[in-house]
């Protein structure tokens, strides 16, 4: 249970750090047109900044929901923890960031800008978005995975040097 809890402090805290700053990145250089301004396309079906009173929502709730969401990635990939030690860092890197951007966004089963069924099923005056919005997933995406396959390599290098120091007392 130690083992777990760590593992999904790590990804837990990896998650919840790579979104902000990769969402704090996109969000002036890319997204915030979809949020606030003239055409405030995300406006019409999201809580945005321009409505204050809706916002304290998001405000109140937008760090627990990533931690909700970084205890459930973590509660998915530990089945497969002592697999992913094994691996190199670039088998696990591109593993993590495979199911990340693969299963949890451009296949998830929702029509959101950037999904497969958002493509499909939004508006085609809203196709730009699709694009606009890469961008950030794949940065989050891919800092993610990094920081969490890292993190696995050194808990690996720290798992082998305790068992060769054990084996020298024996």
């Known amino acids: 249970m130690k083992k777990f809890l760590y593992f999904a402090l790590i990804v ?5 750090v790579t979104y902000l700053i990769a969402g704090g990145i996109a969000y002036p250089l890319l997204t915030k047109p979809f949020y606030e301004g003239s055409d405030p396309v995300f406006a019409s079906f999201m809580r945005s900044p321009a ?6 929502f998001v405000m109140k709730w937008f760090i627990p929901a990533q931690v909700l969401r970084g205890l459930l990635m973590a509660i998915a990939l530990y089945p497969f923890y002592e697999m992913l030690q094994e691996w190199s860092f670039r ?3 591109l593993s993590l960031a495979g199911l990340y951007l693969i299963f949890g966004y451009w296949a998830a089963a929702v029509a959101a ?6 493509v499909v099923y939004m508006r085609p005056e809203y196709l730009g978005t699709h694009l ?3 961008p950030e997933i794949i940065v989050q995406g891919l800092a993610l995975a990094a920081w969490v396959g ?3 390599g050194r808990r690996r290098l720290k ?8 084996r020298a007392v024996a």
């Open 113 to 118: 800008p950037g999904t497969i069924d958002g």
């Open 12 to 16: 837990i805290l990896a998650h919840t």
């Open 132 to 134: 606009i919005v890469q």
């Open 150 to 152: 890292w993190w696995l």
């Open 91 to 93: 088998k696990r890197f």
């Open 51 to 56: 409505e204050p009173d809706l916002w304290q």
């Open 159 to 166: 798992f082998g040097q305790n068992i060769r120091s054990e």
